[in-house]
């Protein structure tokens, strides 16, 4: 049976750091949490008659193994690699191992507005979109991005 939002769930992964979400530097990444961001994917999904499978990790190769979980179990790929955008190579090639799922890279702030060192990412490589500097909210829309990429045809927000 193929995969849809109804059988199977947009995997959501957050990279490093964003545990703090809510604490760290909130003048950069604003005040919601992390349970705040999983609570607004969820609504973004139910919308469609979806579910999410929220994760974080501060660890590169488990990351890594979540998106190869992706390949067998997930409708697509909502990714916020933070700090990983700009240094993993080992990311991007699991991306790239996705054939044919969806995969929409998000960062909270305008990466491009940051320092120098932030403006490239890796990720950007393999992912279907990108959205960055719209705060949490981009989480929402990426969520909306990948249901429209996994079913054509199905009405986004």
Same mark, same amino acid.
């Given at each position: 049976m193929p995969r849809t939002l109804a059988n199977a769930p947009i995997m959501v992964l957050n990279g490093p750091n964003l545990n703090l979400l809510g604490?760290?530097?909130?003048?950069?990444?604003?005040s919601d949490? =992390? @349970?705040d961001v999983e609570a607004l994917c969820a609504k973004a999904a139910a919308v469609h008659g979806g579910s999410v499978d929220f994760r974080q990790s501060n660890?590169?190769?488990? =990351?890594?193994?979540?998106?190869?979980e992706a390949r067998q179990n997930h409708v697509g790929i909502?990714? $916020?690699? %933070? %700090?990983?955008?700009?240094?993993?190579? @080992?990311?991007?090639?699991a991306l790239k191992a996705c054939d044919g799922l969806p995969v929409v890279?998000?960062?909270?702030? $305008?990466?491009?507005?940051?320092?120098?060192f932030?403006?490239?990412?890796?990720v950007s490589l393999r992912a279907d979109g990108v959205i960055a500097g719209c705060g949490v909210q981009g989480y929402a829309f990426a969520v909306e991005r990948v249901a429209a =990429? @996994?079913?054509p045809g199905v009405a986004t927000v």
């Amino acid at each position: 049976m193929p995969r849809t939002l109804a059988n199977a769930p947009i995997m959501v992964l957050n990279g490093p750091n964003l545990n703090l979400l809510g604490r760290r530097q909130p003048e950069i990444y604003g005040s919601d949490t =992390l @349970a705040d961001v999983e609570a607004l994917c969820a609504k973004a999904a139910a919308v469609h008659g979806g579910s999410v499978d929220f994760r974080q990790s501060n660890h590169e190769g488990e =990351l890594v193994d979540w998106i190869h979980e992706a390949r067998q179990n997930h409708v697509g790929i909502v990714i $916020n690699p %933070a %700090a990983y955008s700009h240094t993993s190579v @080992a990311i991007l090639d699991a991306l790239k191992a996705c054939d044919g799922l969806p995969v929409v890279e998000v960062h909270i702030s $305008n990466i491009h507005q940051r320092e120098e060192f932030r403006h490239h990412s890796y990720v950007s490589l393999r992912a279907d979109g990108v959205i960055a500097g719209c705060g949490v909210q981009g989480y929402a829309f990426a969520v909306e991005r990948v249901a429209a =990429l @996994a079913e054509p045809g199905v009405a986004t927000v």
